[in-house]
């Protein structure tokens, strides 16, 4: 009797699954602490701008000097919270692309191991069974196509996230530029 079912070429699929979420675990938890990294080096940048800022308060002698004093220390927070944003959404954003390159790949490659069982299975089945692989290679086209067109809204929907960081940061960029003016 022929093989319908190719048992090995879907074990090599799931073990090539395997690999890929381990190397996805590894690079999650390098984001993971390169993210740690970054909210500490925050934190710490955050704590000496307000010791300077606490610092340059207590030297005002003159309204003018507080004035003056009160104009710049609003800066330092802006741009250390749009770096640190900025800097997130790229550790984000590398994380789903990479997920989503894996993932397209795998993909691929089952979609191609499906087809090639089905067509080895269509060989070997019996006369009047037509039907049903049109039928089931049918359901493999239209979960295709669905596959498809969800990949293609995720990444116009990370295409427009990216706008929206990008117009974030210009406009916090011009805020800094207001308050510097300002000062």
Do not use: C, W
Not at 73 to 101: D, M
Not at 121 to 136: D, H, L, N
Request: glycine share 2%.
């Amino acid at each position: 009797m022929t093989q319908i079912f190719n048992a090995e070429a879907f074990t090599a699929v799931f073990k090539d699954n395997i690999e890929t979420f381990s190397s996805l675990a590894g690079s999650a938890f390098k984001r993971a602490e390169r993210l740690v990294a970054l909210n500490l080096n925050a934190s710490r940048a955050m704590l000496e701008d307000s010791i300077t800022s606490t610092r340059a308060l207590l030297a005002a002698k003159t309204p003018q000097d507080l004035s003056d004093a009160q104009a710049t220390l609003l800066q330092p927070a802006i741009e250390g919270t749009v770096a640190l944003a900025r800097s997130a959404y790229e550790l984000a954003l590398e994380a789903q692309q990479e997920a989503a390159a894996l993932a397209e790949s795998q993909f691929a490659e089952l979609h191609k191991v499906l087809a090639s069982s089905l067509e080895q299975a269509a060989k070997s089945a019996p006369a009047g069974s037509e039907g049903v692989f049109a039928a089931i290679k049918s359901v493999v086209a239209a979960n295709t196509s669905a596959y498809d067109s969800l990949n293609k809204a995720a990444k116009q929907a990370a295409e427009l996230a990216q706008a929206n960081v990008s117009a974030a940061t210009d406009a916090a960029t011009k805020v800094v530029a207001l308050i510097k003016k300002a000062a």
